[in-house]
């Protein structure tokens, strides 16, 4: 049975009722999801991120995060197993839940089964879900806060309904926990409302109730920031130098590729459907976030948390239209939108041989598949140099990566081959941890060896890191070095090899 819109204000608003919520399809398609993104977790290896939560410190903040996913990182490597599969748990879980919660807004929107089910199927098996949900990554937990945020803001507007900025407000609150960038989607939405309405919000107290508690459940993370002078706007400021002319580029293309198209009929349907006019801040919104990601540079795939409200709003009139075309159409979509998913996952998940892997071009799509490469590989290479120092150099030596990859790579496989504790200067790891004041002799890993030339007397590479299957990623090529006599003190070398990005 549906149910209508509640009493509110003493009178009933006059709305369509809202559909059943259509379990079986949309069950299923999260049901598909999880047994598909379980039986992937394993393959290939530890993406670099994960590797890098998983040896953070747990701590109120980071220069480039805030405390959650670190955390998570290593509850599960200590409580469950020290694999990928376990780490990849919370993500599953989290885009699983994503798809309930876009189906959900379907149903919101007054889309019966067929839309739900369309779009919950959709969903799950477009690109970027896949990626969110096979590897541990900030974004995995900030997809489905971005969606069950915007699906609670539908609530409030369609249903006239305040008491659901309370819902919303503590939604983006301990999203912050996760990652800084739901600010971005109220933002676009509070432009959106001033702009095109609803402008009756802005005098609601259960409005800015929420705005309060999303600000009260937010408060350590603003005061971390505070206190350490906003290290997230220098994080911010640093991805931008190394991927804005890329991101200017590639987030246009991109919107097409992480989930169908069929979100460009959900904005326009969102203008133009009377039923649906409290919700056109979603479509400003949109834009709001689109010219914040261009201008800020940082990542492609900032706009992907509202784009999937404009998806679940695509599907009402789409399935309606479908109804209504020929059997001939609906082969058309359907094959097309298989089609989707099967590149979707080829591309997304790690259904390749790792032996062939390089030499298809998923690698050069997906970065991330080629971040979860050769680890143990590289591993295994840097301790052969290190073995090659004498008993008496190691008990002194220390090694340095380039990259939290790296470190965490080492971190991870290095101790069964008798490798210490590595250090980085990348992100978090240079406030965690340096070499001590005595160390003489350096394993030197990776790209920063151009300048570890400049700060050693004396620096030569032994080897060139290869992970024998041919997949071109960031370790790729790169030298690992044995460096002798530092030319300054540690204190001050250390703050020389720090770097954001």
């Given amino acids: 049975m549906g149910t209508t819109a509640p009493m509110v204000g003493g009178h009933q608003r006059e709305t369509s009722p809202v559909p059943a919520y259509a379990r079986v399809p949309v069950l299923s398609a999260a049901a598909a999801l999880a047994v598909v993104l379980l039986a992937t977790a394993g393959r290939y290896g530890f993406h670099r991120d994960e590797l890098y939560f998983r040896m953070l410190d747990p701590s109120w903040g980071y220069v480039d995060q805030p405390p959650l996913i670190p955390l998570i990182a290593r509850a599960m490597t200590d409580l469950v197993a020290d694999e990928p599969w376990a780490l990849r748990l919370p993500a ?18 007054g889309g019966g089964a067929l839309a739900q089910g369309l779009c919950a199927w959709t969903f799950a098996f477009a690109t970027f879900p896949l990626v969110a949900g096979h590897v541990l990554i900030t974004t995995s937990p900030d997809l489905l806060a971005w969606v069950l945020a915007s699906w609670f803001v539908i609530r409030a507007l369609l249903r006239d309904d305040g008491r659901w900025w309370l819902a919303v407000g503590l939604v983006v609150g301990l999203a912050t926990y996760g990652r800084l960038l739901i600010p971005w989607l109220i933002l676009g939405l509070l432009v959106g409302v001033v702009l095109v309405g609803p402008r009756r919000v802005l005098r609601s107290g259960w409005f800015w109730s929420g705005g309060a508690l999303a ?33 200017r580029v590639m987030m246009w293309p991109f919107l097409f590729i992480m989930l169908p198209a069929v979100w460009v009929v959900g904005a326009v349907a969102l203008w133009r459907r009377p039923q649906w006019r409290a919700l056109r801040a979603f479509d400003v919104a949109f834009v709001v976030v689109l010219v914040l990601t261009f201008v800020g540079g940082a990542q492609f795939y900032y706009p992907v948390g ?26 058309g979509v359907g094959a097309l939108l298989v089609l989707y998913a099967a590149v979707s996952v080829v591309v997304s998940l790690p259904v390749i041989g790792v032996g062939t892997l390089g030499s298809t071009p998923v690698p050069g799509i997906n970065q ?15 301790a052969a140099v290190w073995d090659g120092l004498s008993a008496d150099e190691r008990a002194e030596a220390a090694i340095i990566t380039s990259n939290y ?31 001590p004041d005595g160390t003489e002799t350096v394993v030197f890993v990776g790209g920063q060896y151009g300048f570890a030339v ?13 992970n024998g299957v041919g997949v071109d990623n960031e370790e790729e090529g790169v030298p690992v070095a044995v460096c002798r006599g530092p030319l300054r003190p540690w204190a001050e070398l250390w703050d020389d090899l720090r770097h954001l990005d």
């Avoid at 695509?314 to 020929?326: D, N």
């Avoid at 991330?368 to 840097?382: C, F, K, L």
Wanted: proline share 6%.
């Fill in 92 to 109: 599953i879980a989290a885009v699983v839940a994503s798809t309930l919660v876009v189906a959900a807004i379907v149903r919101e929107l």
């Fill in 215 to 247: 600000a009260v459940v937010a408060l350590p993370n603003l005061a971390y920031q505070v206190v350490n002078g906003f290290p997230q706007l220098d994080m911010g400021a640093a991805l931008a130098d190394n991927n804005a002319d890329e991101v």
């Fill in 306 to 331: 509202v784009l999937a409200v404009l998806f679940a709003a695509g599907w009402v009139p789409t399935a309606s239209w479908l109804t209504r075309s020929s059997n001939a159409v609906r082969a």
């Fill in 368 to 382: 991330a598949a080629a971040d979860q490469v050769g680890w143990p590989t590289y591993v295994r290479q840097i």
């Fill in 405 to 435: 990859g790296e470190a965490g790579a080492i971190d991870r496989y290095g101790p069964a081959l008798g490798l210490p504790t590595p250090y980085s200067g990348q992100n978090a790891l240079h406030d965690q941890a340096r070499p």
């Fill in 454 to 466: 400049t700060i050693f007397e004396e620096c030569e590479a032994v080897d060139v890191l290869r």
